[in-house]
């Protein structure tokens, strides 16, 4: 009986409709591989990716398996382009800073670069077009996504309608993931923070990764009306 009672309470706060979640684990080993092999000590500053995995890969994402799927991305351009401002495009991933205040006002932010682009299809929308078709997603960010513009529906440079882009991956496997709380909503208070990542969360479940280390950022109970915040991540 008490091991029904734990199972069932475990459900409550991982199960989701379409399947389990991409796991921590799984996430913790994607953003730190990219981070140790391909960004480390290069791209220090506010930058994004997205990376896709095929299906297969999915149900196990081991070291090996990553370091496989990524083996095609040319490393250093990767490296070269993000730091120039430029945006990367890859065969399984795509990656960009913010943009140089001198090239376009107003600057816009890394997420938005990538989720609408310049053109008529946006960088991430090239990535899931192409094969392989993408089986869980992982989306990155150094710096959680901002409160003023990025999570913000009154401003045009919002990116949660943009998020639709991955609507055709399972729910349970496509993860947003920040390392560290943008700096400007540091000052705000926790009830703001929660309410402007909520809206995010709604598109895609939001973790934060840290030092190898990744917490979901919102539970939602099955049958739950509300998601709820798990604390830790209000303070990494």
Sequence with gaps: MARHVLLCLLCLLTCIPGGMLLTNEELARVTEYIKKEMT???????????????LGECRRLSPEVIKQALSQEDIESLRDTVYKFGVYNGPRMVAASYSDSQV?????????????????????????????????????????????????????????????????????QRAFVFRNIYSD????????????????????????????????????????????????????
């Design 40 to 54: 480390d000590g290069h791209l220090n500053f506010q930058h994004a990716y997205a990376v896709k995995f095929t």
């Design 104 to 172: 376009s006002q107003p600057t816009l932010h890394a997420e938005y670069r990538l989720l609408h682009g310049e053109g008529n299809v946006s960088p991430i929308q090239n990535l899931m077009n192409k094969a392989p078709e993408a089986g869980c997603v992982v989306f990155f960010s150094l710096y959680s996504p901002c409160l003023s513009r990025c999570v913000n529906i009154e401003n045009d440079f919002n990116i949660i309608k943009e998020l639709s882009v991955f609507d055709n991956v399972n729910e349970a």
């Design 185 to 236: 909503d540091k000052k705000r208070p926790d009830n703001e923070i929660v309410d402007g990542w909520r809206s995010l969360n709604e598109r895609m479940t939001l973790f934060n990764c840290k030092n190898g280390n990744c917490d979901r950022c919102f539970i939602r109970p099955v049958g739950g009306k509300e998601s709820l915040v798990v604390r830790k991540c209000l303070h990494p």
